[in-house]
C-alpha cells in the first residue's frame, strides 16, 4: 500500500489559507488520494478526495501534482475550529477499502 | 440524519472481562470496520467486513472478535485475551469497498480496563 508523508505540525493564523502538504510518491495509478481530519477525541472527519484532477468542495480544495507524488489541502480562510489533525491517506488499489492512517499534521489556527 | 452511531462514549471495564461495543449504521453501507487508535498515533484496523456473514481480520485482530448478523450493525468484541485494551475504539463504513468510497466514522468508544 501507498504510504504517505506529513509534516508533524503546522501554524496558521486565523483567516489566512492553510496549505496542508503530503508526500506519496509510491502511488499507483488507480489510487485516490483521501484528506480525513480529526478534532480531538471525535471520529475522523472526511473533508474530499481526488484521483488525478484538482477537486474542491465546501470544505476545502485538494490540488494533486501531474505526476501524482504529492498534493495539498487548501483551507481558503482558517478559522479557530479548523484546528485538528489532518490526515492525507491514499486508498489501496485492491478490492478493499483498506486505509493506513498515520500520525497526520496537526494545524494550529491562531487568533 | 443519516450516520454511524456508537456506544457508549465511555466505557469502564475490569481487567479479566469480555466487553462489547456498539455500532450502528443507517447509510445503507455494505462494508463496516473497527479501528483502534491510541494516544498520539494514527488508526489501526483490527476487523473489517464486506458484507454480510462475512468478516476479515485486519491488522492486529489478536484478542478481538465481531459478528455481522446484520447490514446495519457491526459489534466488536473486546476479550479478555487482547493485553492492552485501552484505547479509542472507532467504527466506521463506506458504501462498498473500492477506493473512489470515503470512510464514514463514528464518534467512538473510549474503553478503560484496570
Known amino acids: 500500500d501507498a504510504k504517505t508523508t506529513q509534516p508533524p505540525s503546522m501554524d496558521c493564523a486565523e483567516g489566512r489559507a492553510a496549505n496542508l502538504p503530503c508526500n506519496h510518491s509510491?502511488?499507483?495509478?488507480?489510487?485516490?488520494v483521501y484528506w480525513y481530519r480529526q478534532i480531538h477525541s471525535q471520529g475522523p472527519q472526511y473533508i474530499i478526495h481526488?484521483?488525478?484532477n484538482n477537486e474542491t468542495n465546501e470544505m476545502a480544495s485538494l490540488i494533486i501534482t501531474e505526476d501524482r507524488k504529492s498534493s495539498t489541502l487548501i483551507l481558503p480562510h482558517a478559522t479557530l475550529r479548523d484546528t485538528a489533525v489532518y490526515y492525507c491517506i491514499v486508498s489501496p488499489d485492491h478490492n478493499f477499502n483498506k486505509f493506513y492512517f498515520g500520525s497526520g499534521t496537526k494545524l494550529n489556527v491562531k487568533p | 440524519d443519516g450516520g454511524i452511531t456508537q456506544s457508549p462514549k465511555y466505557l469502564f471495564r475490569k481487567e479479566g472481562q469480555n466487553v462489547t461495543l456498539s455500532c450502528e449504521q443507517n447509510l445503507n453501507h455494505d462494508a463496516m470496520y473497527w479501528y483502534r487508535q491510541d494516544p498520539g498515533q494514527g488508526l489501526r484496523l483490527i476487523y473489517y467486513s464486506q458484507i454480510v456473514n462475512d468478516f476479515q481480520k485486519g491488522d492486529i485482530a489478536e484478542g478481538y472478535s465481531v459478528s455481522r448478523e446484520k447490514k446495519e450493525s457491526f459489534p466488536l468484541t473486546v476479550t479478555s485475551a487482547q493485553k492492552n485494551p485501552t484505547a479509542f475504539y472507532l467504527c466506521?463504513?463506506?458504501?462498498?469497498?473500492?477506493?473512489?468510497?470515503?470512510?464514514?466514522f463514528g464518534n467512538g468508544t473510549r474503553l478503560t480496563v484496570t
Open positions: 509510491t502511488i499507483s495509478g488507480n489510487e485516490y
Open positions: 466506521a463504513s463506506s458504501r462498498d469497498i473500492v477506493g473512489n468510497s470515503p470512510l464514514h
Open positions: 481526488g484521483l488525478k
